[in-house]
T-cell receptor, first 114, second 109 residues
Framework: NAGVTQTPKFQVLKTGQSMTLQCAQD?????MYWYRQDPGMGLRLIYY???????DKGEVPNGYNVSRLNKREFSLRLESAAPSQTSVYFC?????????????FGPGTRLTVT | EDQVTQSPEALRLQEGESSSLNCSYT??????LFWYRQDPGKGPEFLFT???AGEEKEKERLKATLTKKESFLHITAPKPEDSATYLC??????????FGEGTQLTVNP
């Protein structure tokens, strides 16, 4: 049981390049999330998917797109990377545990845009 | 607007020196509160769920408590391996969470 996995772990892009961050979970959770974490800003929600086939914007969606490929996988795409997107990106998934949803996180992708 | 504020931003302790971290929140209809631990270069690791005011949870040297306005994470006789950033979060709409900015704890030997 690997939990939430993310690839790649590290990535360096030049301004204007595109890339896709991959996330998969094996906990049979319905909901999945993409966050970015910046110093002094905490964790901010980019996009989320409450269930397979649905996606919604979070706090900071500009410059990103997502795809909920199936129940297990949720990808984040940067179409034209900008230096402001330099950050650490975390994927999470959540399931219902009787009284409340609990979120579990992946190990993160550290992205640098030059 | 739902808000979560953690204090202090950073805390430095000597090994064995007990202390508390604070998480205060303003959210309509609290449905629970979560504590996470985050080590450098890693994702947040789930610690506790507190469901209602008055509830307490313990894990090793950590004890989390919840009132109607805030939560405390008490650390008793900490060790250097307790050094990490501690995050709290509250559910907002659906399964979404609002996070505080965290308290960075350093425990010196």
């Amino acid at each position: 049981n690997a939990g939430v996995t993310q690839t790649p772990k590290f990535q360096v892009l030049k301004t204007g390049q595109s890339m896709t961050l991959q996330c998969a979970q094996d906990m049979n959770h319905n909901s999945m999330y993409w966050y970015r974490q910046d110093p002094g800003m905490g964790l901010r929600l980019i996009y989320y998917s409450a269930s397979e086939g649905t996606t919604d914007k979070g706090e900071v969606p500009n410059g990103y797109n997502v795809s909920r490929l199936n129940k297990r996988e949720f990808s984040l795409r940067l179409e034209s990377a900008a230096p402001s997107q330099t950050s650490v990106y975390f994927c999470a998934s959540s399931g219902w545990y009787g009284e409340i949803y609990e979120q579990y996180f992946g190990p993160g992708t550290r992205l640098t845009v030059t | 607007e739902d808000q979560v504020t953690q204090s202090p931003e950073a805390l430095r302790l000597q090994e064995g020196e007990s202390s508390s971290l604070n998480c205060s929140y303003t959210v309509s209809g609290l449905r629970g509160l979560f504590w996470y631990r985050q080590d450098p270069g890693k994702g947040p690791e789930f610690l506790f769920t507190l469901y209602s005011a008055g509830e307490e949870k313990e894990k090793e040297r950590l004890k989390a408590t919840l009132t109607k306005k805030e939560s405390f994470l008490h650390i008793t006789a900490p060790k250097p391996e307790d050094s990490a950033t501690y995050l709290c979060a509250v559910p907002t709409s659906g399964s979404r969470l609002t996070f505080g900015e965290g308290t960075q704890l350093t425990v010196n030997p």
